[in-house]
């Protein structure tokens, strides 16, 4: 194990934030690789299939060379063990790889629908990846007041009330947006209530951690622990309720070649996400086995990985263009938190 005067980070907090990781790495490609149908995942709205294509191709090519630097880098900090260093890249790296998740899926849909025998997604009431991260948001903050996350500082209670209320906007926002557009009065009415209950459940979290963050009792943390259950709870119902089929929308409809075009472009994403997740792991290893070789060798095979894959990506887009002819109607996904 690594020895050394930091005291702002420790190999399990290290360890703990490749497990993080991976999780988050592991539900974008659930939700956008991993899922039957492929829907656009632009912030910007588009009209040409064409210019969607470009941008998400300028970004990827991009985020390949930006993985490329962190990934370089987060090498050079475990070998001189600068754990802080490697806590914050690792961070960095699970963001570029959802990015360039992102943006390869909605490469795939716009190269899907590009061909005219294909139809076009139709947006339901909930946006379902959006609502996935935020949850996968919350549970991640909730987590860390159980003791096995060891003691807190107030600095950090304040980031995870920060990171629970940012993510609950997301989803009393996307409650009250689907109340203005459900199809009759019953279901507006429950939209409406499940944001109700996301508020209501919230400020008593908050409350709670607002007197942990003063007291640092114990006690106090309990508080948070028994109110996070019913907030999750709230929101795991107003999940299951957002996706019933008169709410989910209509999937694409991908002709023969557009879905080989997509699914060429999708194997490439999915490559990265796999060798990221084992570039985690082995980091994980690598904290604990500091000075075993074996563990060195499994780092350099990821970063290989790594590597392999995004070049793989990058040749499928290649392979895979649309001219300015083809154009497709797209709907604007704001998947940001």
Known sequence: MISMADTVKMPADIARECEESVEYVQLVADVLLLHDDVEPTAVEPVTSASDSYVKCRDTIVARTKGLAILVRDLTVQLRGAKLSDVSRTLRSTAEAVIALTEAATHAAYTIGVADPR???????????????????????????????????????????????????????????????????????????????????????????????????????????????KPLLETINAMMAFGSLPEYSGVAARMSEQGREAQCAILGGAMAVVSSSI????????????????????????????????????????????????????????????
């Open 278 to 337: 084992r570039l985690f792991t082995s980091t994980a290893s690598l904290i604990e086995n500091h000075e075993d070789p074996v563990q060195w060798q499994k780092m350099m095979q990821c970063c290989k990985a790594i590597s392999d894959s995004t070049k793989l990506l990058s040749g499928a887009l290649r392979e895979n263009s649309i001219t300015g002819s083809q154009r497709a109607p797209f709907f604007a996904v704001n998947s940001q938190e």
């Open 118 to 228: 294909s139809k076009p997604y139709q947006p339901g009431l909930v946006d379902r990846y959006r609502f996935s991260r935020a949850r996968f948001g919350i549970t991640s903050a909730c987590r860390k007041f159980h003791k096995d996350y060891g003691s807190l500082t107030e600095q950090q209670i304040v980031q995870v009330s920060s990171q629970i209320a940012a993510n609950l906007t997301v989803l009393t926002e996307s409650s009250r947006m689907a109340a203005d557009i459900a199809p009759d009065p019953m279901s507006q009415d429950q939209f409406r209530q499940c944001a109700k209950s996301i508020s209501g459940t919230t400020a008593a979290l908050l409350s709670a951690i607002k007197c942990y963050a003063k007291s640092r009792q114990e006690k106090d943390r309990e508080k948070c622990i028994i109110f996070t």
